[in-house]
């Protein structure tokens, strides 16, 4: 069975969030041009035997889309916040994160930020914002042309794409879908329609990953924070094509660092269910293989 809420989460800001199964708790953070409809296999794999939390993060779907009042509106601090006030609400103090895309931006800051709450984090297919940043350069560049549109001052981007909304959400449905019958028209459609009422949050979501995302990031590379809890990456292997070891990019924030090539296009939880619910599954038991591994070396009392 599937329940839905509304949860508030901040002052006029409430999210839109499904909960099904039972068990140990996991929120899953969709990505862009997305929402919690994304998650819909993994959830239903997963909600055998966890509760699993599906959201649509601030600005996006049906959850509420508050006027960017300043660059900390959509930061991923804020996002964060949002994320665990509301596992909080559902009564989960402690719980597994994972997030794809966008939604593993909000999940590395909630990290980094709320190690008490955040057990195990998942991301798939993104860099943490600094290193993405810092990669793309050149040539390379040119595939996060949608990164630098969206990081401009209010106004041009967001009447550029809302004159061709549909096209430009579209665009990026298609171009990193390897499998088009992984996402389906009526679940397109769903997607595009939600992306259309929501273009100046989605742009000021964009806009805070190029600014005050980029000074948390700085600030916690210079403190030497890391993501203290086990960490499971799914990545396409683009970093190969672009210069990079996004791997060896990985391990600098986070020290328990299970790192997954995967060769499905971007939107791998629908492109390859089986594989994300595996993976997920296999970090959430991680804490016990630690406890085990640490019994096994403990020195014997000698008679």
């Given amino acids: 069975m599937v329940e839905e809420h509304r949860v508030r989460v901040d002052d006029g800001v409430e999210l839109f969030v499904q909960v099904r199964g039972s068990g140990s708790p996991i929120v899953l953070l969709h990505g862009f041009p997305q929402t919690h409809l994304m998650w819909r296999h993994v959830a239903e794999e997963l909600a055998a035997d966890h509760t699993v939390i599906c959201p649509d993060l601030r600005g996006y779907g049906a959850s509420d889309k508050p006027a960017e009042a300043s660059p900390a509106t ?22 597994a994160l994972a997030g794809h895309d966008r939604g593993a931006l909000v999940a590395i ?24 940043w810092d990669v793309m350069r050149g040539e390379s560049a040119a595939v996060g042309f949608h990164l ?28 990193w879908t390897r499998d088009p019958a992984a996402i389906p028209p009526e679940v397109r459609a769903e997607y595009l329609a939600a992306c259309r009422a929501a273009v100046p949050s ?17 600030l916690d590379r210079a403190a030497g924070r890391t993501l203290s809890m086990p960490v499971t990456v799914l990545q396409q292997d683009w970093g190969a094509q672009l210069g990079f070891d996004a791997a060896a990019l ?41 406890d085990l591994a640490a019994r096994h070396t403990e020195p014997v009392a000698l008679p």
């Fill in 109 to 132: 800051r909630a990290g980094l930020d709320h190690p008490e709450h955040v057990s195990h984090l998942a991301s798939l297919d993104v860099l943490p914002t600094l290193d993405m």
């Fill in 74 to 95: 959509y930061s991923k601090r804020t996002m964060a916040r949002d994320v665990v006030r509301l596992a909080g609400e559902l009564g989960h103090e402690r719980f």
């Fill in 202 to 218: 989605i742009v000021a979501d964009y806009r805070a990953s190029a600014g005050i995302d980029v000074e948390h990031d700085r």
């Fill in 250 to 290: 990985w391990r600098a924030w986070a020290p328990d660092l299970k790192h997954i090539p995967v060769s499905c296009g971007h939107f791998m939880a629908e492109e390859a269910p089986g594989l994300v619910a595996g993976a997920l599954r296999d970090l959430m038991a991680r804490d016990a293989e630690r």
């Fill in 148 to 175: 630098y549109l969206m990081a401009q001052p209010p106004g041009l981007p967001e009447r550029m794409i809302a004159a061709t909304a549909d096209e430009f959400f579209g665009y990026f449905l298609d171009l």
